[in-house]
Each structure stands twice: as structure tokens, then as C-alpha cells.
């Protein structure tokens, strides 16, 4: 079997499409037991970068792109709501958070193994292959909010996102770190790679996060405020028929009490993306 890693000069690579180029973006590979995992660590202009598709989908701005904007029509001026946007398959329940120890615990090895240095990597993109297990504080994080998740969400909901596949869909992990400033293009995930069925978790401070119909007409445009261990799932019409994104600014108007609004400054925040592989998305070139 080949690994999409082992032959970045193949135009069959699994990064040949715009998918999470940041601006620090290169990519390099580490091998951990049974988990691919993909750094995004440095500037390159190598055009064999396994991350060297224009930002289009799918992009990391650096504060110095979209911060301080605060003209009128701004997305800095979209109240972003604090209760589930009415999407059909977004699924947030502000109510039950990732446990505070679990979060803590998990945003500290995390930090450790991939964040320690300021000028490092900001995005890690973990891959299991089918039927291995994500490393262990993922691992812990994802049977978490599968607990958290069950008695909210319809069952065939919460097997999509987290029963085990018969079919060989490999599990990918991606942890995004975002400073204040920093944010992501909005951008559907990418169709020919993932499943439907994507769960993530803020971990230390909160954001807003945008969504928008790709076709118009299909509903309003809006901002929905994540806090810090929350849990939002996307699928179905949510998944394919919506963009998601996180504006690139150091602070986010969120809806106060009593039809007030207020504004919260954004402080690091540490993201965990759980998606599944297309069948087969994971191989390149002859299995
Ligand atoms: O940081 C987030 O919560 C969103 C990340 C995201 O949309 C992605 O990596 O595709
Ligand atoms: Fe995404």
C-alpha cells in the first residue's frame, strides 16, 4: 500500500487540491506508530510542497491580511449568535462542553508535541489508517465528545460521525492553532477526500465561526460564537451545501444579554477537526 506522504512529486497527491495551505505552509511528514501525521511548518516556495495549491478552499490568514477591520459591512460587525445557526445538520449543543480536565489536559500535549515552538507549525494533520487509532489524547478527546454528543443528537447522526467503519474509511485528525488575528478562508472541506459527518472542538478560547450558502438564496449568511470546549458537527446540508470560515480579526461581537451585544477578544485557540477519509482517499497511485 502506498501513503499519499511517500511521493509528494506525484500529481495524484493527496494535497493536489487546495486543502488547508497556511501561511507558513510547507509540509513535512512524521511517522508515530501507526498515525501518518503532516506538519505545516515553515515558508516555501518549492513548488513540490505537498501544500502547494493556491489557498483557495482552504486558508490560514495571517493577522496582517484581515485584522483590524472594522469597516461597516465587515463580517466584525455580524452579531454572531450564541444558540445553534439553523442550518439542517449543524449540530451544537453550547451545554454540554468537553469536560474541563479532559480540555485542559488535551490542550496542554497537544501544545507540548506540536506547538512548543512560537515560529512553528500552526496546522497537524493526522492520519490513521483504517482501524488504527488516533494518538492517545485524540483518541480520549473523540470517545469524549462521542459520550457528550449521544443523547442530543438522532442515531443514525451520531453513527455517522463516530461508529466504526466496516467500509475502510480512515479517520484524519487536523489541529489547527490560531493566534489572535488568524483565522480560515471560508471553504467547503474538501468533497473528493472526506465523508460526510465532521466534528470539532475548540480548545482553549473561543471564535466565531461564519457560515454561508454556496448557492444564494439558500438561507442567511451568519456567525455563530464557539466557546471554548464546544462541540459543533456538521453534515448533510451543513457539510456539502454551506461554507464554513473564521475571520481573520483579534476580536468577535457576540450576542449579550437582553439583545445586547458584546465584544469578546480572541485569545490562542486550539482547534480539532474529526473527519473521515473517503474510502479509498487515503491510497495513492497502486494499493
Ligand atoms: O478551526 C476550526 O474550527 C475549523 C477548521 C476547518 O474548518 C478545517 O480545518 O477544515
Ligand atoms: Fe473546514
Given at each position: 500500500m502506498e501513503w499519499p506522504w511517500d511521493d509528494d512529486d506525484d500529481t495524484d497527491s493527496l494535497f493536489d487540491e487546495p486543502l488547508a495551505a497556511r501561511d507558513n505552509a510547507a509540509g513535512t511528514v512524521q511517522a508515530s506508530g501507526n498515525v501518518e501525521c503532516v506538519v505545516n511548518d515553515d515558508d516555501d516556495d518549492d513548488a513540490?510542497?505537498?501544500?502547494?495549491?493556491?489557498?483557495?478552499s482552504q486558508s490560514i490568514c495571517p493577522s496582517?491580511?484581515?485584522?483590524?477591520?472594522?469597516?461597516?459591512?465587515?463580517?466584525?460587525?455580524?452579531v454572531a449568535r450564541r444558540?445553534?445557526?439553523?442550518?439542517?445538520g449543524l449540530h451544537f449543543d453550547?451545554?454540554?462542553?468537553?469536560p474541563e480536565e479532559l480540555a485542559s489536559s488535551v490542550l496542554a500535549q497537544l501544545t507540548t508535541q506540536y506547538?512548543?515552538?512560537?515560529?512553528?507549525?500552526n496546522q497537524i494533520m493526522l492520519f490513521t489508517r483504517p482501524s488504527d487509532s488516533l494518538p492517545a489524547p485524540l483518541d480520549l478527546l473523540l470517545a469524549a465528545i462521542s459520550d457528550l454528543l449521544r443523547p442530543s443528537l438522532p442515531k443514525e447522526v451520531h453513527d455517522l460521525l463516530f461508529a466504526p467503519r466496516g467500509d475502510g474509511c480512515a479517520r484524519q485528525a487536523i489541529v489547527n492553532r490560531y493566534a489572535p488575528g488568524e483565522g480560515i478562508v471560508s471553504h467547503v472541506d474538501l468533497l473528493g477526500r472526506y465523508g460526510d459527518g465532521i466534528a470539532g472542538v475548540s480548545l482553549g478560547a473561543g471564535c466565531t465561526m461564519s457560515f454561508a450558502p454556496?448557492?444564494?438564496?439558500?438561507g442567511e449568511p451568519c456567525g455563530m460564537w464557539l466557546p471554548p470546549r464546544s462541540v459543533i458537527a456538521l453534515e448533510g446540508d451543513a457539510r456539502y451545501k454551506w461554507t464554513h470560515g473564521i475571520a481573520a480579526r483579534s476580536y468577535d461581537i457576540v450576542e449579550g444579554e437582553n439583545g445586547s451585544s458584546e465584544r469578546i477578544e480572541r485569545g490562542t485557540r486550539v482547534s480539532i477537526t474529526f473527519r473521515w477519509m473517503l474510502p479509498g482517499a487515503h491510497v495513492v497511485g497502486d494499493a
Open positions: 513540490d510542497s505537498l501544500f502547494d495549491e493556491p489557498a483557495a496582517a491580511l484581515a485584522d483590524d477591520d472594522t469597516s461597516e459591512s465587515s463580517p466584525a460587525t455580524i444558540s445553534a445557526a439553523p442550518i439542517p453550547d451545554l454540554s462542553p468537553v506547538f512548543s515552538r512560537q515560529d512553528g507549525p454556496v448557492e444564494e438564496g439558500d
